[in-house]
């Protein structure tokens, strides 16, 4: 997402409570599932989590965006 994206958009309550807060518990949830199935430690989670973070953060070719304003 671009800068002028993060700058605009902005979450309801209705979505922060129904959508986003659910989706990060679960996400949270199936990390320490994987965690517990891998014996890794907590912190290679948390590397996969950034790489993740930075594919969206940086796409790698033009025209992937859902943001219709970048």
Same mark, same amino acid.
């Given at each position: @997402?671009? *800068? &002028?994206?993060?700058?605009?958009? &902005?979450?309801?309550? =209705?979505?922060?409570? &129904? !959508?986003?807060?659910?989706? @990060?518990?679960?996400?949270?949830q199936?990390?320490? /599932?994987?965690?517990? =199935?891998?014996?890794?430690?907590? =912190?290679? !989670?948390?590397? @996969?989590?950034?790489?993740?973070? *930075?594919?969206?953060?940086?796409? /790698?070719?033009?025209? =992937?965006? *859902?943001?219709?304003?970048?």
């Amino acid at each position: @997402m671009g *800068d &002028k994206c993060q700058a605009t958009w &902005k979450p309801t309550q =209705e979505q922060v409570d &129904k !959508i986003i807060l659910p989706a @990060m518990q679960g996400i949270a949830q199936q990390c320490a /599932s994987h965690i517990n =199935e891998l014996q890794c430690p907590p =912190e290679f !989670i948390a590397l @996969m989590l950034r790489d993740i973070a *930075d594919a969206f953060e940086n796409p /790698s070719s033009e025209g =992937e965006s *859902d943001c219709e304003c970048c």
